[in-house]
């Protein structure tokens, strides 16, 4: 069965303290890997496609990473700005499956 | 230039009414599709389109739940009879390309079911 998993659920972080956001899939086929970012009352954002095992994509503070079986989201030297919630959605041959996302807080 | 619109942002409707749901996606985007969040949960597919065809209605989920977007542009997700449990924002996304990659989407709409 296709299932996306993120942890944590939720993430606290001191402004400048770096860490790292888990996706985990278990999909048959993964033609992609998505991390998008969401603000209160706003849809997602499109940050990063991964398509295969290796690949890297970095935009500012942010890098995402995949695996055979995950991805990570490193944020470098967060900023309070960096609060929201983190979404990934992996598509299979058929489908597009989103997690329950990452809600990070970053305190100045 | 514009990103995409939904109207209206927040709707509440009585039990049993019909509610019709609009999204303008990005001028000349061949893809849009429909998702349904719940409260602290991600977007769950519901249905995409490619220009005015409706490639992929698998979540829908049930006949109560309609979509079009007849012109390849506007698109209208409607629901029949409402009910509590289809209480959520509803949102569109709209992609440049044919398929699911790097897809823009709209601020939602709040659909509150009483």
């Known amino acids: 069965e296709d299932q996306v998993t993120q942890s944590p659920e939720a993430l606290r972080l001191q402004e400048g303290e770096s860490s790292s956001l888990n996706c985990s899939y278990t999909v048959s086929g993964l033609r992609g890997l998505f991390w998008y970012r969401q603000d209160p009352g706003k849809g997602p954002e499109f940050l990063f496609t991964l398509y295969s095992a290796g690949e890297e994509k970095e935009k500012e503070r942010l890098k995402a990473t995949l695996t055979k079986k995950e991805s990570f989201l490193h944020i470098t030297a967060p900023k309070p700005e960096d609060s929201a919630t983190y979404l990934c959605a992996v598509q299979s041959a058929n489908n597009l499956f989103f997690g329950t996302g990452t809600r990070l807080t970053v305190i100045p | 230039g514009a990103g995409v619109s939904q109207s209206p942002r927040y709707k509440v409707a009585k039990r049993g009414q019909d509610v019709a749901l609009r999204c303008d996606p990005i001028s000349g985007h061949v893809s849009l599709f429909w998702y349904q969040q719940a409260l602290g949960q991600g977007p769950e597919f519901l249905t995409y389109?490619?220009?005015?065809?409706?490639?992929?209605k698998s979540g829908l989920p049930s006949d109560r739940f309609f979509a079009e977007r007849p012109e390849g542009s506007v698109s209208t997700l409607k629901i029949q009879r409402t009910q509590q449990e289809d209480s959520a924002v509803y949102l569109c996304?709209?992609?440049?390309?044919?398929?699911?990659?790097?897809?823009?989407f709209g601020p939602g709409t709040r659909l509150t079911v009483l």
């Open positions: 389109f490619q220009n005015e065809a409706q490639l992929d």
């Open positions: 996304a709209s992609s440049a390309q044919s398929s699911y990659n790097e897809q823009f």
